[in-house]
């Protein structure tokens, strides 16, 4: 795995960290506000959540950056996103794919603007769970690929539905978190690929979820599971995950996974390593 793509981005989210440390630091309990996933919402690694990526309080405003790299046998993927949330109630991001194909060689760029909103409760204090619902945008700057396979667009909206909820000492002590989120998606491959195609150009309703154990107030490890759709009828494989995430503070995480993506445009057993870092004000 080429970590030397993660150099700058590292450097700029410790550089952020180190100077910035009060911002949002009393909003939320640290490792409840979850992590930016791979499409630049609060989340996480391939799942929206609907808490916002930050610790921000109903007074607060926080600031977020990410690098994600997901590097499996025959392509990697690089995402880099900045977002900020307003007040624990609107969350704003951008963030760009690099999506380069190993073995065939090239790479393609997608952009993906997201806004999340805060419709119901608290994550943690709430009795019922915190629900949110948010818009990813994405566009393609390479399109050739995706025209080539027989997408219809190469840009595209999705819309999803987030409820998460934090149980406390509810897994022989330990707090355990769930979320469960819907989302209207014609998106091939996160959009990489283009949208729709000659199987399906219409919406699809999928199901994507993720389940937790903190293990302390610094360490968690879940599993995560996404369904997608097979519009360029290529055999798009679910997605599923197995992760831990260090948070030594509420100004930076770290996120491993053991990612299975399954089949992309034709190669099967696409497996790998996840490797997120965030870093937050």
Known sequence: ??????????????????????????????????????EGAGGGGIVPWATLAGYDSREEVAFNAMATQVDVDDYRLDAFGVSASFYDRVEVSLTQHRFDLKTLGGEIKQNVIGVKYRLYGDVVYSDWPQVSVGVLHKSLEDK????????EKTSGTDIYLAATKVHLGAVA??????????????????????FGGPNQDNYELVVEGTAAVLLSRHLAVGVEYRQKPDNLGLGESNWKDFFISYIPSKQFSITAAWADLGTIAGAEKQRGLYLSLSGQL
Do not use: C, D, H, P
């Not at 970590?3 to 910035?20: D, E, H, P, Q």
């Not at 469960?180 to 091939?188: F, P, Y």
């Open 173 to 194: 002590g330990y707090n355990f978190l769930w979320n469960i989120s819907a989302r209207a998606t014609k998106a091939n491959e996160l959009g990489i690929l283009g």
């Open 144 to 151: 050739a690929i995706a025209n080539a396979l027989g997408a």
């Open 1 to 38: 795995m080429k970590i030397r793509l993660f150099g700058s981005a590292v450097y700029a989210l410790i550089a952020i960290s180190g100077s910035f440390n009060t911002m949002a630091a009393e909003g939320k309990l640290i490792g409840t506000a979850g992590l930016m996933q791979v």
